[in-house]
């Protein structure tokens, strides 16, 4: 009998082995990082814009937890007002998913609710570089890129953004 359950719980110990080596280490993830690369280039013939320059902000920091919480943190230039985006993390082969909750402000950054991360443990980065998943506000672009205000573009406009989260 005792070998009976021995055998029944064996497949599952080697079934939750093998999953949790397929995914980064929480360890590795977890810290602060400080947003350096925030780029977006619109469909079309429109220039490739750096985002970060126009946020006029000092810095914007990313943390992860070992609990899989994201949040970012920064200061608005208008307002003086710290703002405070939570969300989540799942760790990946190569890097992490991140979720932003979905009455949060990181449409304020160009961000999409869900986007994939590759990390590099070398550089301690975390890089975005592909489409965006939900595009960008159109609204948003605006403002932060003045020069686009006698463009027609979509709402939400399509484009390449290139995001990096370098840690601390």
Known sequence: MAATAFLAVLPLTACSDSTSSDKMDLDALAGDYSLTVLRFDPQGTLPEQNILAALETDEIQ?????DREAQIVYRDPDTQLIVTIPGSF????????LEWASNSQYRQLLLSRTMEYSFNPASGTLVF???APDGVSRARL??????FQG??????TP???TVT????
């Open 165 to 168: 989260f370098t840690s601390l």
């Open 129 to 131: 570089d592909a489409e």
């Open 151 to 156: 463009e027609q573009l979509l709402d939400p």
């Open 62 to 66: 990313l943390t992860l937890t070992l």
């Open 159 to 161: 484009g390449a953004l």
């Open 90 to 97: 799942r760790p990946l082969a190569e890097g992490i998913r």
């Open 142 to 147: 605006l403002e932060l890129v003045p020069a």
